[in-house]
């Protein structure tokens, strides 16, 4: 026996993974450019914080 299924659970079930209309026009950056700016970030702001800690190693 199938299960009943409405139009707009089909419709739903389509539209899951499309992109809004307002998004679509706009150029996404590919999400691995995004992770590598975000690691250099957190080692460019570490390196800042804990300055005093690597110039006391090296000197």
Same mark, same amino acid.
């Given at each position: 026996?199938?299960?009943?299924?409405?139009?707009?659970?089909?419709?739903?079930?389509?539209? $899951?993974?499309?992109?809004?209309?307002?998004?679509?026009? +706009?150029?996404?950056? *590919?999400?691995?450019?995004?992770? %590598? $700016?975000?690691?250099?970030?957190?080692?460019?702001?570490? +390196?800042?914080?804990? *300055?005093?800690?690597?110039?006391? %190693?090296?000197?």
């Amino acid at each position: 026996m199938r299960p009943f299924l409405k139009m707009e659970d089909k419709d739903n079930q389509q539209n $899951i993974n499309k992109t809004p209309s307002k998004m679509a026009r +706009l150029a996404w950056p *590919k999400a691995k450019y995004g992770a %590598i $700016i975000a690691i250099i970030i957190i080692i460019v702001g570490n +390196l800042i914080y804990y *300055k005093d800690f690597f110039l006391s %190693i090296f000197s």
